[in-house]
């Protein structure tokens, strides 16, 4: 069974800067895909980043420039940066790896508040 655990969220003013982290524990194996998605209040969950055991990665057009993935896979540790956060920013943020295996599963991290207000 694949366990993530996010951390790194809290209050931050706006203009502000983050880093969220997301540790994966179990077996991810070495072809996997970790991303990060948010859900504001009362909206749906959104596409953040992702980013592949090779390293590549891919934003929406909507966070390309302000936010930027990596990940530290000798820690199976995935971070999100976010700069410039806005109180739109405010969401809970949630982790998700998809091991390419034939099944392709899915996992989901509890998810981690990130506040941004004054």
């Known amino acids: 069974q694949v366990q993530l655990a996010e951390s790194g969220g809290g209050l931050v003013q706006p203009g502000g800067s983050l880093r969220l982290s997301c540790v994966a524990s179990?077996?991810?194996?070495?072809?996997?895909?970790m991303g990060w998605y948010r859900q504001a209040p009362g909206k749906q969950r959104e596409w953040v980043a992702s980013?592949?055991?090779?390293?590549?990665?891919a934003y929406p057009d909507s966070m390309k420039g302000r936010f930027t993935i990596s990940r530290d896979n000798a820690k199976n540790t995935v971070y999100l940066q976010m700069s410039s956060l806005t109180p739109e920013d405010t969401a809970v943020y949630y982790c998700?790896?998809?091991?390419?295996?034939?099944?392709?599963?899915?996992?989901w991290g509890q998810g981690t508040q990130v506040t941004v207000s004054s």
């Open positions: 998700k790896v998809t091991i390419l295996t034939r099944e392709r599963p899915s996992y």
């Open positions: 179990g077996s991810i194996f070495s072809s996997n895909v």
């Open positions: 980013i592949s055991s090779g390293g590549d990665t």
